[in-house]
């Protein structure tokens, strides 16, 4: 098997935000070929583009462009089909707002195109050793060195071009434990990763560093940035505003009290799905009921769970309560 075929398996059967599909056996493949990337100018020569997987922020500055996220490898043509109808300046740096295969499976193909790829350095942890899905034991291969970032972080980093900045921020234990928010300032535009998806569940990654709180950490940080006519790129889902990340906050701030009144009960996983605590919220924010239920799942983990990695993020979080 070729390495993009390697990508598409690891990718496919990785934890991924845009099916939320944690289920006994992988999902189908998608369908590569009949995926259409739409494009969406939000102003100031920066444009949101749609196809299979996470969200893209294309940012164009004057000598080149800034990417963040990349999808699946068998989009790679499109993708910079779109891209080069946008502009004919090349792409300079690809931002991984996280590590999962719907937002990384293009690093290869792009890398070599001579892309520089960006991520938070536990990014490159996880995807040079691979990972588990934590609810279903799951395996996605390590990824091959070539589809690794080169140029990683830790808490905070910058990209210039000319006539574009973007500020890089990590949340950490969010919806994984290696995050990346992009600020893009002067355009009033924010992309969020998987950190934050408009109009559904979040799949909270716990097995992997995700926790409910450092979620709500991050729309409290994202609150304090946007204002009412910026743009949000959400990792999945329509084009958002302040409104929308709102909602979104209070569906999560819910889901947590709800939760920990039940894990305080010593409600065991099962039976803390069978109570269906998000009901009133699933028809809204739960496409399936598998969503519904796996959203009570994540939500359980992050709050019955008490690993040592999230021992720094509890104490955090209950510092600012």
């Known amino acids: 098997m070729n390495r993009v075929g390697i990508a598409v398996v690891a990718t496919i059967t990785a934890l991924s935000g845009a099916t939320f599909a944690q289920q006994s056996a992988a999902p189908p493949a998608p369908d590569f070929s009949k995926v259409e990337i739409k494009t969406t100018h ?29 999808q699946y490898a068998p989009l790679h043509d499109k993708i ?9 300046k090349p792409v300079k740096y690809l931002i991984n707002t996280h590590f999962h295969g719907d937002h990384t499976g293009g690093n ?3 890398a070599k195109d001579g892309v520089t790829i960006v991520s938070q350095v536990n990014v490159k942890n996880r995807l040079a050793a691979g990972t588990s899905n934590g609810l279903t034991g799951a ?7 070539a589809a690794l970032p080169s140029d990683t972080y830790t808490n905070f980093s910058k990209i210039r071009l000319q006539g574009r900045i973007a500020d890089l921020k990590h949340i950490a234990n969010a919806h994984t434990d290696g995050d990346t928010y992009v600020w893009f300032k002067t355009a009033n535009v924010l992309s969020t990763g ?23 950490a991050a729309t409290d940080a994202y609150l304090k940035l946007v204002n009412a006519r910026t743009k949000i790129v959400p990792g999945h889902g329509p084009l958002a505003d302040r409104a929308a990340l709102l909602e ?21 996983e099962d039976e803390a799905v069978a109570a269906k605590p998000f009901a009133d919220f699933d028809a809204k924010w739960a496409p399936t009921e598998l969503a519904s239920k796996n959203f009570v799942r994540v939500v359980y983990h992050s709050l019955a769970d008490k690993s040592d990695a999230q021992r720094p993020l509890l104490k955090r979080f209950f510092r600012r309560s």
């Open 194 to 216: 998987d950190t934050f998806t408009n109009g559904r569940y979040p799949n909270i990654d716990f097995a992997n560093g995700g926790n409910i709180r450092g979620m709500i």
């Open 42 to 70: 939000l102003g100031d020569n920066i444009y949101m583009l749609e196809g299979q997987g996470g969200n893209i922020t294309v940012a164009v500055g004057k000598d080149g462009i800034i990417m963040v996220d990349g």
């Open 248 to 268: 979104y906050r209070t569906m999560l701030i819910s889901a947590h009290d709800r939760m920990a009144k039940l894990v305080k009960e010593g409600k065991s």
């Open 139 to 145: 395996k996605t291969p390590p990824a091959p060195p």
């Open 80 to 88: 910079k089909a779109a891209i080069e109808a946008i502009s004919n």
């Open 108 to 110: 290869e193909l792009f």
